[in-house]
């Protein structure tokens, strides 16, 4: 019942949290930077009280690598929220995000020199088709942010294809990181 219990709470968490944001970015599209520095502060300083405990703890990792990870999540983490800015709506921020398996599979590759099997080959490919599709049909119904917005449709589309190829960038700085 424990478990059962804990999967409804972060479903209901993520789900809440996520629209939530979207009423936010709606509102503010440049919120989302703020919203992710109160998400670290936060994070940080539960931290150092409960994992560091006020700094009397000796670090497991050399504060270097430490550092590394930490920018290179908050690069990715700025990237993600600064993409609505250029018009990319909710649903399909979280479809790109989805794309984390090919962009792990070619980190895998490329870094780790793995080998998959053909299944996961095809299913990597099979998901990453589905992904284009969204975001080609995606870019079909752009619409400019603000109504008194005097953009050609061309001009728009070109801040939308920017938007997306941030997300891409963000999505393989977080695979890196993995």
């Known amino acids: 019942m424990k478990a059962a219990c804990a999967i409804v709470m ?4 993520c789900c809440s949290t996520g629209v939530f944001l979207e009423l936010l970015i709606k509102e503010i599209p440049s919120s989302g930077n703020l919203i992710t520095f109160v998400q670290f502060s936060v994070i940080a300083f539960e931290g150092f009280i409960f994992t560091a405990h006020f700094g009397t703890k000796k670090p497991r990792i050399a504060i270097k690598n430490y550092l590394t990870v930490v920018a290179l999540f908050s690069f990715a983490n700025v990237c993600n929220n600064y993409v609505f800015i250029f018009n990319i709506p909710m649903p399909l921020h979280m479809i790109i995000r989805a794309g984390s398996l090919i ?76």
């Open 10 to 13: 972060v479903f209901v968490g």
């Open 103 to 178: 962009t792990n599979m070619i980190m895998g590759i490329l870094i780790l020199n793995r080998k998959y099997s053909f299944s996961k080959y095809m299913s990597v490919v099979m998901i990453t088709l589905g992904i284009i599709i969204c975001t080609i049909q995606s870019g079909k119904n752009i619409k400019p942010v603000a109504l008194d917005n005097q953009e050609s449709s061309m001009q728009v589309f070109f801040w939308w294809t920017v938007g997306v190829f941030i997300l891409v960038i963000a999505l393989l700085v977080s695979a890196r990181l993995g």
